[in-house]
């Protein structure tokens, strides 16, 4: 169950003069690096040295705001603050499978681009055959869909993102 | 045998759990809170699922989202360590009707011993002997007709509290009615049951407990004793086996007893009978623990013989692999339980980030825990941080060598009781064996922990 992770941008640096016994990556180097992931919008760097058969992975922090929600709350939203609009995540508050395809409805609960109100049903997750409503908790357009339906999620697993409108 | 077995616990137990399943070939998963994301049994369960936040109501003793976890990871039984829903009868019971195995005894049996006052009945049904005592009382006028017969110093109980909450020494006459009353109010409101008993007060009473281990077919054993009179507010700071003043004749007797008890009531896999025993080896039983204890290495110790893994055996339905004969008892055992606690300002509980970890080793020890240099102590569960267990040929090569591996242990970033411990095991009375329930409390001044409020426990 582990969290799907966006494929990171990797940068196989040209790194000169360097002997083979020291450290693959040398301090100067690592500070512009972290100064280019932070000017830029890529999330996440992978640095790659041959050599050593060695990798260097970059990830950008995640904003404190977004940090302190998960901490603070039971709630199912976690907001990230984006340099644009304003990114609600919606995680799991059930340990079950979950499912996107409405068996009344013969149609999918919600879909990627979808506009959603606050309250709506968005999904579910069934814990041995009880169904629990999985509720979008602010009003925005879905932009991104982490689970697939009928995969099992755990606590706290994210399952869709909303740009709040 | 089974393929899967979920742990519905954390820290050192799930630790445990886990190396007995490993050893065993079995895959192990994990269910565990946001807090414990970054815990050793999450790190190396096979499989690990996100329950909940870090408070235990909402992960570790939410039923509804374990049991999915179970259904989700096909997990055959499930392990639920000590604490948390380890003796919770509808937990089993709900476990016993969705066919997965519960690590433990039948809801039946914990529905027995479980509520102290039928499982004083039912034992002395089955011939344990009993301190005086009182039925469930549940006003003052009922309290003060009943005591006439005990006498004073007596002990209050409530019938809710366990784990030395809810129990209360009253000395005098005088100080009935406030004492019953106080106790009361507490007992309503932490356990919503004001049901409250009494019992004959023992002054210099050791705690020793029976270990037993009985499968599904009959067959039960026990194996001997553990000391654990070393408390403080009747929580259990260290922990010895065998008793040096229990005769052989006397463990023999008690551990067939407890043994015939729990057949009686049915009860299998394994289980602590807890008696108060006097300065002339008079024994009383008290209540009966339906869970491994966190005391069970010291009689691993001692017995050569892995306890968890028999629990697993038994709840797969496989009989016992040895029989009473083939236990021999070998080695003196201690050990020491290291909290997350100062013990220099009253146990206050503590929580950071253990910057230095350095476990003591060599010959005759060993350390059960979930520590890791660089592990941040979350605010929400119980303090144990490790325990520290050790075994020598006598109780004076023990000592010796739990003095040693204190010295050698480093946990820094947060206060622990490893200075307190080592305090303890300098007492002259600790050293010649003359430990009884009340002996950190009345030898707090030379245990260094005087500035601590004392109160009658």
Request: hydrophobic share 40%; net charge negative; glycine share 8%.
């Amino acid at each position: 169950m582990a969290n799907e992770r966006q494929n990171p941008v990797i940068i196989d640096m040209p790194l000169k003069n360097i002997p083979d016994s020291e450290e693959f990556i040398s301090i100067s180097q690592l500070k512009h690096l972290i100064r280019l992931i932070d000017q830029s919008d890529v999330s996440e760097l992978e640095v790659k040295h041959g050599a050593h058969k060695a990798s260097l992975i970059l990830r950008k922090a995640k904003p404190l705001a977004g940090d302190s929600a998960q901490l603070a709350s039971t709630a199912t939203d976690i907001e990230e603050h984006t340099a644009e609009q304003p990114r609600a995540m919606l995680i799991a508050s059930h340990v079950g499978v979950f499912h996107l395809w409405s068996r009344s409805k013969d149609q999918p609960f919600a879909g990627v681009g979808d506009l959603i109100k606050e309250g709506q049903q968005v999904g579910l997750i069934r814990a041995f055959d009880i169904p629990n409503e999985v509720e979008a908790s602010v009003s925005g357009r879905i932009s991104e869909i982490f689970v697939q339906d009928g995969q099992p999620v755990e606590y706290g697993q994210p399952l869709m993102a909303i740009e709040k409108q | 045998m089974f393929r899967t077995i979920l742990i519905a616990n954390r820290g050192e137990i799930a630790l445990r759990v886990i190396r007995a399943c490993r050893e065993m070939g079995i895959r192990s998963v994990i269910v565990h809170s946001e807090a414990d994301r970054d815990s050793l049994p999450v790190r190396l369960a096979d499989e690990h699922i996100c329950i909940g936040p870090g408070p235990s109501g909402k992960s570790y003793l939410n039923i509804p989202n374990i049991l999915s976890a179970a259904v989700l990871s096909q997990a055959e039984a499930i392990h639920p360590g000590y604490g948390f829903l380890s003796e919770n009868m509808s937990f089993a019971e709900i476990c016993e009707d969705m066919n997965i195995a519960f690590i433990g005894p039948s809801a039946s049996a914990m529905a027995i011993m479980g509520d102290k006052v039928s499982a004083r009945q039912a034992m002395a049904a089955a011939g344990l002997p009993m301190l005086p005592g009182t039925p469930v009382l549940h006003t003052l006028s009922e309290g003060l007709g009943a005591i006439k017969e005990i006498g004073f110093p007596l002990m209050l109980k409530a019938v809710a509290g366990g784990g030395g909450r809810g129990i209360r020494l009253i000395e005098r006459l005088e100080d009935f009615e406030h004492t019953f009353l106080l106790a009361q109010n507490e007992a309503r409101e932490a356990f919503h049951d004001d049901g409250i008993y009494f019992e004959r007060y023992l002054g210099r009473a050791r705690h020793i407990e029976i270990q037993v281990l009985l499968d599904q077919h009959g067959n039960g054993i026990h194996l001997g004793e553990r000391n654990c009179s070393c408390q403080r507010r009747n929580q259990k700071i260290l922990e010895e086996a065998p008793s040096m003043h229990l005769p052989a004749n006397i463990r023999q007797e008690m551990g067939e007893k407890a043994v015939h008890a729990a057949l009686a009531v049915g009860y299998c896999n394994a289980g602590t009978m807890e008696f108060l025993v006097d300065e002339q080896n008079r024994y009383y039983f008290m209540e009966m623990n339906t869970r491994l204890q966190v005391e069970h290495p010291v009689t691993e110790q001692i017995t050569s013989l892995d306890l968890v893994k028999e629990q697993i055996r038994i709840a797969a339905n496989q009989p016992l692999s040895i029989r009473q004969q083939d236990v021999h008892f070998r080695y003196h055992a201690i050990e020491c339980r290291i909290t997350a606690e100062d013990a220099e300002a009253d146990f206050r509980p503590q929580t950071g980030v253990v910057t230095q970890y350095i476990t003591p080793g060599g010959p005759g020890v060993r350390v059960d825990s979930h520590l890791y240099t660089g592990y941040e102590v979350p605010p929400y569960y119980d303090s144990l941080l490790a325990k520290l267990i050790v075994w020598g040929e006598t109780r004076d090569e023990a000592i010796s060598r739990a003095r040693r591996a204190l010295d050698e242990f480093i946990i820094e970033g947060l206060p622990t009781t490893i200075p307190f411990l080592r305090r303890l095991l300098d007492h002259p009375g600790f050293v010649r064996g003359e430990t009884y329930t009340r002996f950190i409390q009345e030898e707090a001044v030379a245990l260094g922990i005087d500035n601590a409020p004392r109160k009658a426990a």
